[in-house]
């Protein structure tokens, strides 16, 4: 089998603290943006890196998320693949998937995750040979989505479906919200030493303005606590000794919503 040509990614902040991310394959001449949170900042990128729009891989149908489908459909008539559960509210799709699907893009297989919780129909795209995952609103770097279109049920399974994915993934996250959300986690898991370090870490990133992400599942694994909802004490702290671990779930991301 001839090996696999290697994926290059462009990431940049927009909008206000969106993640724009830009994934090109220079064999195939595919290039994909995960999103479409600002047209005029994606254009730009890929101006920079001599890079032609080919896909929009959609991952849920918030505006921050489409705004830019039609504008960037127009100037580059890129395809635009997202999900199938929220096909109506997405600007110029042309191509739906739904979790379980595998479809080829770029020569490599991307598998689509249904990820219900923050919107109804979100999903997340990952590119398993590469070990890329673009988990957009679903997961964040220590924290998670808002739920705004499901239960805290669903959520703690879209959320920890990922635990299963090899440690070294990277992930991709649709918004830099890690320093807050690191500041949140050190509040219910005090005693967690990575979870220290990776907050100091991250906050003198943020003081240069440096970006935080991607993450990785080994390095979520370690220090969010939406996927440690077995930690003895975080169960403690929160006093869900006996609980099961959704409901852990769900304490933790209402403390969160309640957090300043
Ligand atoms: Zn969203
Ligand atoms: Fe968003």
Redesign the pocket.
Known sequence: MAAMSHLEIQQFICRSDNYGVLVHDSRTGTTISIDAPDAKAIAENLRKRGWQLTHILTT?H?I??VEGNLELKELFACKIIGPEGEKDKIPGIDQTVKGGDTFELARRPVKVFDCPG??AG?VAFHFSDDFLLFA??TLFAMGC?RI?EGTAEEMYHSVNQFRSLNAMTSVYC?HEYTESNAKFAVTIEPGNRALQQRYQDVRRKREKNEMTCPTTIGEELATNPYLRCDSAEIRKVLGLEGASDADVFAEIRTRKNNFS
């Open positions: 849920h918030h921050d998320h923050h919107t979100h957009a609103d989505g705004f649709g």
